[in-house]
Nanobody, 127 residues
């Protein structure tokens, strides 16, 4: 079992920055693909970014490319999401997720690809 706990959310003005963290329990964090998803009120959960188990590969949704950066520290069992130039449309609950399958492909944008989820952290961007 893996437990994921997000932190770092909050209220920020448009154009500002936030850094989200996701701390994982368990001994095999370094073998998991990690992803960030977000869910706005009344909308489905959507993919934001993913990073491979070693951190060499990353992938981003078009809506955040160039503004958000995903990274990980396997020694700390933590994955990060640096969010810059935030927009009101980035407002959502942000969830981290873990995929232990060792796959890296197009499926990483799918909610169903991930076995473990955190409870989420709220990000609110005011205009």
């Amino acid at each position: 079992q893996v437990q994921l706990v997000e932190s770092g959310g909050g209220l920020v003005q448009a154009g500002g920055s936030l850094r989200l963290s996701c701390a994982a329990s368990g001994r095999t964090f370094s073998t998991y693909t990690m992803g960030w998803f977000r869910q706005a009120p009344g909308k489905e959960r959507e993919f934001v970014a993913a990073i491979s188990w070693g951190g060499r590969s990353t992938y981003y949704a078009d809506s955040v490319k160039g503004r958000f950066t995903i990274s990980r520290d396997n020694a700390k069992s933590t994955v990060y999401l640096q969010m810059n130039t935030l927009k009101p449309e980035d407002t959502a609950v942000y969830h981290c997720a873990a995929d232990p399958s060792l796959r890296w492909g197009l499926n990483l944008v799918e909610v169903s690809e991930y076995d473990y989820w955190g409870q989420g952290t709220q990000v609110t961007v005011s205009s």
